[in-house]
Antibody
Framework: QLQLQESGPGLVKPSETLSLTCSVS??????????WGWIRQPPGKGLEWIGS???????YYNPSLKSRVTISVDTSKNQFSLRLSSVTAADTAVYYC?????????????WGQGTLVTVSS | QSVLTQPPSASGTRGQRVAISCSGS????????VNWYQQLPGTAPKLLIY???QRPSGVPDRFSGSRSGTSASLAISGLQSEDAADYYC????????????FGTGTKVTVL
């Protein structure tokens, strides 16, 4: 059974860079059928898609975040990562990693449990 | 701000049928199949419906989806107490909003 697990600091200072890693187990991140994505949810609000990456390094980003976001992949560790620069309180959210099945309809079929990141000094 | 509009809330008693709409445009729901996610309180979202009307293994058949024009709909037939959750539609978007967008979300209450 595929499992995804987010990890990283739970507290980030304003103007600094948020960094999270998603570890994938029970399957290979090198599969040709999937993109690997990040989604966030501010407290009490809806879901926002951040971006995704293919194992080759090809990426898609949300245009509203593109200038601050970098998603990378480490196939040797079966992990992919998110970096969000110049954070503000508006970036406080639960961050989820998930798998996109892009051979089907880009559905997010497996999700991590999520990790809360708070931006505060 | 999401480009897919859903009603903020919907409710019904046990056994009733509840329907949730998802309204978009020609660049998203008008051109691409829609996925639906269920988020139970305090948990990560879960895939409920994909490709408009397909249920992943393990999803009860009381959940069904459809798409027509630039709108999609999720129906819950025979509402159960465990269906109380937030529901989100999502799809590909080939405009400057994309490439993947979520709906605003609908909170379903079982009365």
């Amino acid at each position: 059974q595929l499992q995804l697990q987010e990890s990283g600091p739970g507290l980030v200072k304003p103007s600094e860079t948020l960094s999270l890693t998603c570890s994938v187990s029970g399957g290979s991140i090198r599969s040709s059928n999937y993109h690997w994505g990040w989604i966030r949810q501010p407290p009490g609000k809806g879901l926002e898609w951040i971006g995704s990456i293919y194992y080759s390094g090809s990426t898609y980003y949300n245009p509203s975040l593109k200038s601050r976001v970098t998603i990378s992949v480490d196939t040797s560790k079966n992990q992919f990562s998110l970096r969000l620069s110049s954070v503000t309180a508006a970036d406080t959210a639960v961050y989820y990693c998930a798998r996109h099945n892009f051979r089907s309809n880009w559905e997010l079929d497996y999700w991590g449990q999520g990790t809360l990141v708070t931006v505060s000094s | 701000q999401s480009v897919l509009t859903q009603p903020p809330s919907a409710s019904g008693t046990r056994g009733q049928r509840v329907a949730i709409s998802c309204s978009g445009s020609s660049s998203n729901t008008g051109s691409y199949p829609v996925n639906w996610y269920q988020q139970l309180p305090g948990t990560a979202p879960k895939l409920l419906i994909y490709s408009n009307n397909q249920r992943p293994s393990g999803v009860p058949d009381r959940f069904s989806g459809s798409r027509s024009g630039t709108s999609a709909s999720l129906a819950i037939s025979g509402l159960q107490s465990e269906d109380a959750a937030d529901y989100y539609c999502a799809t590909w978007d080939d405009s400057l909003n994309g490439p993947y967008v979520f709906g605003t979300g609908t909170k379903v209450t079982v009365l």
